[in-house]
C-alpha cells in the first residue's frame, strides 16, 4: 500500500490509542495489530524523512535495538537510534521516503520503502566530497513490536547501489568493471 506525504503524519492520539489496545490486558485483534505495525512503520518513515527526533524517541522502546544489516552496525538504545536514523541529513537534502507495501501481525511488521536524497555534504567513511547527485534506494524494515512500541528494527538494502550511484565502479575479479555512470547504459 503506497502511502503519500501528507498521510504519514498522525496525532499523538492515534498512536495513543493503538498502545492502550495493547497495554489493556487483552491482546489486539488481528486488525488492531495489523493498524498497529502499519502506523509504526508509517511514523518510523516519515521519521526518518523529517529527522523528528521526538517521533522517533516515541515509537521505540528506552532499551530497543535497530540493525543496520548493510554496514553490519547495530544501535542500541533511543540516543543511538535517533543518531543513525536522523544520521542522512548530515550528508543529504531534499529527503523523501515513501513507504509502500506493509505486512503486519501481532509483533512484527516488515514494510518494503524506496529512499531518495541529494548528496550535498560528504558521507563519513563513504565519501569525502559532495557529489550533487541523487541517490535513489529501495529497501526493507523489519519492526519487532512489544507493548505497542518498536523493541527492534532492522534495515535492508543493497550499499552497492548507493556506491554506483555516486559514481563508485566495482571491480569484479575477471577484470570487468561495473561503473556509476549509468548514462552510458
Do not use: K
Amino acid at each position: 500500500m503506497a502511502h503519500g506525504r501528507s498521510g504519514w503524519r498522525r496525532g499523538p492520539g492515534g498512536f495513543a490509542c493503538l498502545a492502550f489496545l495493547c497495554l489493556g490486558g487483552c491482546a489486539p485483534s488481528e486488525d488492531e495489530a495489523t493498524a498497529l505495525g502499519e502506523y509504526l512503520l508509517q511514523s518510523l518513515a516519515f521519521a526518518r524523512q523529517t529527522a523528528d527526533t521526538a517521533m522517533i524517541e516515541g515509537i521505540f522502546l528506552p532499551d530497543a535495538t535497530y540493525d543496520d544489516y548493510p554496514n553490519q552496525i547495530e544501535y542500541r538504545g533511543i540516543e543511538e537510534i535517533v543518531a543513525y536514523l536522523t544520521s542522512v541529513h548530515d550528508w543529504a537534502d531534499d529527503v523523501y521516503v515513501n513507504l509502500g507495501s506493509v505486512r503486519s501481525g501481532a509483533a512484527v511488521a516488515v514494510g518494503q520503502w524506496l529512499f531518495a536524497g541529494v548528496q550535498s555534504r560528504p558521507i563519513p567513511d563513504v565519501i569525502t566530497t559532495a557529489t550533487g547527485r541523487e541517490v535513489v534506494l529501495s529497501g526493507v524494515t523489519l519492526l519487532e513490536i512489544e507493548g505497542g512500541r518498536i523493541a527492534r528494527a532492522a534495515d535492508y538494502w543493497d550499499r552497492a547501489t548507493l556506491m554506483l550511484q555516486l559514481g563508485g565502479r566495482i571491480e569484479l575479479p575477471d577484470g570487468s568493471v561495473v561503473s556509476g555512470d549509468f548514462s552510458a547504459n
